[in-house]
């Protein structure tokens, strides 16, 4: 940690969506940046900030995607829901890895592989510098793991939810096609959904709205991202009232 360098986040929730987690090559995992990302969160914790994780498994299935070929949008989603809880199972195996105490809850039922999400529990593991792995979404339907995220940040009282992505934050259009395209360093959560941004779910900017919980959307390639945004550096885009 910088000298006089001063934590402004104590409790997170990381987003990292199966997107984040994919490598170039199809169907195989980034591990140069999921250690990178790991070894990252390890020195997060080192300056005690508790770290909770909510995980996506668009990597491995997508709802939408399986709806698609003619499967019920319910087991569709129950699919879906359970490919989050595969990519959980990489991430606490790997942070067992770097020795970082872990453990994955999942919103559904999955005996023997791992513990269902209970609030108070996944408090006090925080408090207890645990890293916490929720998968299985929030175990319905309908939803998405970027609602997830919000929801289990407001449930375990976080400060912010960090959203991993691949690009620095929130642009006003597609850099890639519009060279106009501004990032903006901060913007509303109205701004985000009356210019329909898509840079994360509406319903998870609507419940972190609601609940006054701020959202950072940052470039997970950059190293050192999520340090910087514990120090209060300008980095990423952040969502607030
Ligand atoms: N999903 C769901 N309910 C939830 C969270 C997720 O039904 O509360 C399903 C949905 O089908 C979704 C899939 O799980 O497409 C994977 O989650 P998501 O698309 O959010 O993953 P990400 O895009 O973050 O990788």
Redesign the pocket.
């Known amino acids: 940690m910088k000298k006089n360098a001063k934590l402004v986040y104590q409790r997170i929730i990381l ?5 984040i987690l994919k490598s170039n090559y199809e169907s195989e995992i980034d591990l140069h940046l999921l250690n990178r990302m790991i070894k990252e969160i390890k020195s997060l914790i080192k300056i005690g900030i508790q770290v909770g994780i909510v ?5 491995l ?4 995607n ?1 709806k698609k070929i003619g499967v019920s949008v319910n087991t ?6 359970l ?2 809880i595969i990519n959980g199972l990489l991430i606490t195996d790997t942070m067992n890895r770097y020795t970082i105490k872990t453990q994955l809850m999942s ?1 559904i039922s999955v005996s023997g592989i791992c513990q269902i999400y209970n609030v108070e529990k996944a408090i006090y593991l925080l408090s207890k510098q645990c890293v916490l792995v929720f998968s ?13 995220a919000c929801i289990r940040g407001i449930e375990v009282k976080a400060d912010i939810v960090l959203k991993a992505t691949k690009v620095d934050g929130v642009y006003s259009s597609d850099p890639k096609t519009n060279y106009d395209a501004i990032m903006y360093q901060n913007i509303k959560y109205e701004d985000v959904l009356n210019q329909d941004l898509k840079i994360m ?1 509406p319903t998870a900017i609507i419940l972190a709205r609601d609940h006054s919980l701020p959202i950072c959307i940052f470039n997970m390639y950059k190293s050192g991202a999520l340090y910087r945004i514990m120090t209060g550096e300008q980095e990423g885009t952040l969502i607030i009232s």
């Open positions: 987003k990292i969506s199966g997107e995980v996506g498994g668009g990597n299935i997508r709802g939408s399986v569709a989603d129950h699919m879906g829901m490919s989050t919103a299985g979404g929030i175990g319905c339907p309908f939803f998405t793991t970027d609602s997830a779910d």
